[in-house]
């Protein structure tokens, strides 16, 4: 068995979902990393009627840097912007009305610290897909870990490495397949079978 460093995410790419749920890895969930911008640490992205969308929490900029002390700001109501982007995405889409409550949840948690908001958003991600993935949290920074590290993996700027089929997607007659969105768009597009889907993706290592 072999253990998997990995990042916490906002609503993670479906790619995320393929390492994090083989069962022939355990996780652990890095929280004491530097907090990298521009991640999907903080961002999800959807398909949105003009393309790829992205979502993205706003953080307080109060000087801390480790990931599990960023706190999320709420100047703005970004979770009722997220949800009613998510709505207008997917409410088209063939199984979003049959999880529509669930994902509801996600946009009535409110916690201070961005990882615990992510933590808890899995929670309810893992029981639409109807999974209870163990995982632990690491407890130090180490630089090089003993874990297979999948820290820099996923970038939310550069198309994704793994390998996928395509699927049908609420938008996809406009712009084509958008690879590798957030699991939001899978779950809605897929229903039922977004868990066989997941585990054919080939993976990384």
């Not at 958003?121 to 639409?128: F, N, Y």
Request: with cysteine.
């Amino acid at each position: 068995m072999q253990n998997i460093l990995l990042p916490v995410f906002y609503m993670p790419p479906v790619s995320w979902f393929s390492v994090f749920l083989d069962a022939e890895k355990e996780i652990v969930f890095e929280q004491f990393e530097s907090f990298p911008k521009q991640t999907y640490r903080n961002r999800a992205n959807i398909y949105g009627a003009n393309g790829k969308l992205s979502l993205i929490i706003p953080i307080n900029h109060n000087g801390k840097r480790e990931t599990k002390d960023i706190e999320i700001s709420y100047r703005e109501d970004w979770r009722n912007l997220h949800w009613k982007s998510i709505k207008t995405a997917y409410q088209s889409s063939p199984y979003f009305e049959y999880y529509e409550d669930k994902f509801r949840k996600i946009f009535d948690l409110k916690e201070k610290f961005l990882l615990d908001f992510n933590l808890k958003g899995l929670e309810v991600i893992q029981q639409i897909l109807k999974t209870e993935k163990a995982h632990s949290l690491n407890e130090e920074y180490i630089r090089n870990p003993d874990e297979i590290n999948f820290r820099e993996k996923f970038s939310a700027k550069n198309p994704s490495e793994f390998e996928m089929d395509e699927y049908y997607q609420t938008f996809s007659d406009k712009f084509g397949f958008l690879k590798d969105l957030s699991i939001l768009d899978l779950v809605c597009n897929k229903g039922p079978e977004s868990l066989v889907y997941i585990k054919k993706i080939k993976q990384l290592y």
